[in-house]
């Protein structure tokens, strides 16, 4: 059975400081993978995706960026945070370019 | 690109009531239809995957409704427990948007034993 684990569960930083979040998806071969960013009030925004190792592409413009550097690991990060990269961080993984989404537990990100 | 519309933005039913939570989107090019539940605090749960060459789908405790016409999709929990008090978010992949997913801005439903 696939799992997906998402590190760390929740994570307190200070404005201006690195942001390192991960994923990893098991039992699965060459998923597509999703970074979610969603706000406190619940709306979801997608902020990339990729189809294989190495390929990541941008949604939308947070001061974020990823990698993809093995078939199973998604990496979100940032040099500097800001307080509003504030909110809970989903990964997902899907089979093909129009199945469902599997969402990761979390991670809930505070910036002070 | 696709734009995704669900209201209510929160819903409150007394236990064995029905509910139902709308989205309106606007690509009529949209082939593929989502519903997740997310528990307080929890991560987003796969409840139905709906095609736009099906209009009824049913699930456990509930009836998903897709008029390609007016291009709304539906969620009805029929006979709302305690267990369903959760947010409600539809999702929308677009034939044209390659690998975007579009999500309503959720409806958090309240089931009032």
């Known amino acids: 059975a696939q799992t997906i684990h998402q590190w760390p569960v929740a994570e307190i930083k200070a404005v201006g400081s690195p942001l390192s979040l991960g994923c990893t998806i098991k039992?699965?071969?060459?998923?597509?993978l999703y970074w979610y960013w969603q706000a406190t009030g619940g709306t979801l925004q997608q902020l990339f995706y990729?189809?294989?190792?190495?390929?990541v592409e941008s949604v939308v413009q947070l001061n974020l960026s990823a990698s993809r550097p093995k078939d199973d690991q998604f990496i979100l990060s940032t040099e500097k945070l800001l307080l509003s990269h504030s909110g809970f961080y989903l990964c997902?993984?899907?089979?093909?370019?129009?199945?469902?989404?599997?969402f990761g537990p979390g991670t809930r990100l505070t910036v002070l | 690109g696709e734009q995704v519309e669900q209201r209510p933005p929160h819903l409150s039913v007394r236990e064995g009531d029905s509910a139902v939570i709308t989205c309106t989107y606007t690509?009529?090019?949209?082939?593929?239809f989502f519903w997740y539940k997310q528990e307080p605090g929890a991560s987003l749960q796969l409840l139905m995957k709906?095609?736009?060459?099906?209009e009824i789908n049913e699930g456990q405790g509930f009836t998903v409704l897709l008029n390609k016409k007016d291009k709304r999709l539906s969620l009805n929990l029929t006979a709302a427990h305690p267990g369903d008090s959760a947010a409600y978010f539809c999702a929308v992949h677009s034939n044209t948007g390659y690998q975007n997913f579009y999500f309503g801005k959720g409806t958090s439903l309240t089931v009032i034993p």
């Open positions: 039992g699965k071969s060459s998923p597509n």
């Open positions: 709906v095609f736009s060459s099906t």
């Open positions: 990729s189809i294989t190792v190495g390929q």
């Open positions: 997902a993984w899907g089979l093909g370019v129009y199945a469902e989404q599997f």
């Open positions: 690509d009529p090019n949209s082939y593929y």
